[in-house]
């Protein structure tokens, strides 16, 4: 297996992130360097094709990738194209099944995106009635945390002071901050999984960071109880994001 190793002089980023957390708007941001090639959730075919559940497109979906985990993250190691000297892989962390060997992972610069609970199944219940606390993955990236460390990222963050956090971000990922990174072109992208038509819209309409702007709707009462789940998981974190009073960067407890 060809991973990036400590002679690899490319930086091989993992970006870890949940659900509806602006991830696809950050992985817009890193493709816009001229330095830089992403990949879509790499681990979603694996994922899919190992737990059987059925997603929009979950045909297509594993059609388009590898199903075997070592294959993903052989690639993720492979030689970057052209200039590139970034390689940036947006991950879902609840891809990231017991299967795979976490030892793979250790040559990756981790880094972890969070929401607020209560924001993210606001939003995440308008497209999954009855979500659980493993579709969420934040168990996982808990998990992922404390075995890498990596700099972590609150979307509100993201969302209220985009250069301020990002700059922070690639400081803390070993990269130069580059100013492409606050704003892209609108449309689809080559890199953009075979799901974009089902979950993308919104990303393929955009040229930057949108505002901040809380939830138009309530939790709904019957996701409190959940979202009480799901809080120690998100503070944990929390206490290590970047850029905010009290962030502690690159540090774990």
Same mark, same amino acid.
């Given at each position: ?81 052209? &200039? /590139?000297?970034? @390689?940036? %892989? ?14 793979? #992972? =250790? ?96 990303? &393929? /309409?955009?040229? @930057?960071? %949108? ?14 109880? #959940? =979202? ?26």
């Amino acid at each position: 297996m060809n991973q990036a190793g400590a002679a690899d002089p490319a930086a091989r980023i993992a970006m870890w992130s949940g659900p509806r957390t602006v991830s696809t708007a950050l992985m817009r941001s890193w493709e816009n360097r001229p330095d830089t090639v992403v990949t879509d959730e790499p681990l979603y075919a694996f994922y899919l094709d190992r737990t059987g559940i059925d997603h929009p497109g979950r045909d297509e979906v594993i059609a388009s990738q590898p199903t075997d985990w070592r294959m993903v993250l052989a690639r993720l190691g492979a030689p970057l194209p052209g &200039r /590139a000297v970034i @390689g940036y %892989a947006k991950h879902m962390t609840h891809h990231l099944l017991p299967e795979v060997n976490r030892a793979a #992972l =250790a040559p990756f610069r981790h880094a972890h995106l969070i929401r607020d609970p209560r924001e993210l199944l606001a939003s995440y219940a308008r497209v999954r009635t009855e979500p659980t606390l493993a579709d969420l993955g934040l168990v996982q990236q808990a998990e992922i945390f404390e075995t890498f460390g990596g700099p972590v990222v609150d979307s509100r963050d993201l969302l209220t002071g985009p250069e301020g956090t990002l700059r922070a971000l690639c400081q803390a990922l070993g990269v130069p901050f580059d100013g492409r990174m606050l704003a892209w072109p609108p449309g689809a992208r080559d890199s953009d999984g075979v799901w974009a038509s089902y979950w993308y819209d919104s990303v &393929r /309409a955009s040229t @930057g960071f %949108a505002p901040y702007r809380p939830p138009a709707t309530p939790l709904p009462g019957r996701l409190e109880p #959940l =979202a009480a789940r799901c809080m120690p998981y998100f503070e944990r974190l929390h206490r290590y994001r970047i850029g905010g009073p009290d962030a502690a960067g690159l540090r774990r407890a």
